[in-house]
């Protein structure tokens, strides 16, 4: 490992973002509408809060190079950590992947593996080759995947400390459904220490073109039901969001039902529409997948009216160009 990058990694912290909506508030007449802004994080999403966590168990238990499947964001984030830890990280990529964001994983080190087939086979393939070659494994459904959860869960005890009491609501972008587990766990245990005494109803927010809770959810189930291929269309747009296999679904799934929440889908209309809204008056550049939080809060805000703040929706940032640092 090069001097110097264990502790740099040691040392990182992440930036705390939370903030009221006004102007959302007053121009769409709600009261008590919140973001949790995760697009401060170093490369520009949640995903870098699993990568870190990861990053910190693959060097304390000695391994010197990490692999995940992705589609691009959580990729980025495993790249970025690993360099910040001294430590390798192969990355493998659906060869059809139409974003953004393949140079920032190769400017920050990584292998890039293309694989020729889904997102679900990038991972697997990234499970097999951990096991073959003895690589720490990243992945979602892998040997590691409570790391992810756990690391999400701390959104829940920020945005405590952030109101100084729990959400009524919390809306999150779902594709795997791991975020929002994590969340979902990080309230449980809230609750379970008596520090607050409801667990937030857990909004799910997603595409209309493929993911397997919605899915799901869309046939009143409450276990994930096989989700063909065909159904699924796949733009640059909706790509974070699309789950043919939704790895933490089944959690996701609970965490909705059990708490009274709802799941919204959105074309990708409706996303850029809602990037838009939080770009014009919020000023902050929202990747409009992960903009979904806000339209799901506002769609279920619409459909109660006993729900009331505080609500809080999960935003994400990346609607800007990348520039080689
Ligand atoms: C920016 C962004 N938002 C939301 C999601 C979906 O999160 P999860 O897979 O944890 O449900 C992803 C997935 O990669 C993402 O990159």
């Given at each position: ?321 990348w520039k080689m640092p």
């Amino acid at each position: 490992m090069p001097p110097g990058y264990g502790l740099l990694i040691s040392e990182f912290e992440f930036p705390k973002v939370f903030f009221r909506a006004e102007a959302i508030e007053t121009a769409l007449g709600c009261e008590g509408l919140y973001i949790k802004w995760e697009g401060s994080n170093p490369t520009g999403t949640q995903k870098d809060r699993a990568a870190y966590r990861h990053i910190l168990k693959a060097l304390s238990q000695g391994y010197d190079t990490v692999t995940v499947g992705t589609c691009g964001n959580y990729g980025v984030s495993v790249a970025y950590f690993s360099r910040l830890a001294g430590i390798k990280a192969v990355i493998f990529i659906p060869s059809r992947y139409s974003g953004s964001r393949i140079p920032e994983m190769l400017h920050y080190g990584a292998n890039v593996v293309k694989v020729d087939g889904s997102y679900e086979e990038a991972v697997e393939r990234s499970i097999l080759a951990a096991f073959d070659e003895g690589w720490y494994d990243a992945n979602p459904g892998g040997a590691n995947e409570e790391v992810a959860i756990e690391a999400f869960s701390e959104l829940s005890s920020e945005m405590y400390s952030s109101l100084g009491k729990a959400p009524n609501v919390v809306s999150v972008p779902l594709g795997n459904g791991t975020t929002l587990s994590g969340i979902y766990l990080g309230f449980l245990r809230l609750k379970a220490s008596g520090l607050i005494d409801e667990v937030p109803k857990m909004i799910g927010a997603t595409t209309a073109y493929g993911n397997q809770v919605a899915f799901s959810l869309r046939y009143g189930r409450d276990k994930l039901i096989d989700y063909g291929i065909s159904s699924v269309r796949e733009t640059e747009v909706n790509e974070p969001l699309v789950s043919i296999k939704s790895f933490d679904g089944e959690r996701a799934l609970e965490a909705i039902l059990s708490t009274g929440g709802r799941i919204y889908e959105f074309t990708d209309e409706d996303l850029i529409s809602f990037s838009k809204i939080l770009l014009e008056m919020e000023g902050i550049p929202a990747l409009p997948a992960s903009a979904s939080s806000l339209g799901a809060l506002l769609r279920f805000l619409e459909s109660d009216e006993n729900v009331s703040g505080p609500c809080v929706a999960v935003v994400t940032g990346r609607n800007v160009e990348w520039k080689m640092p």
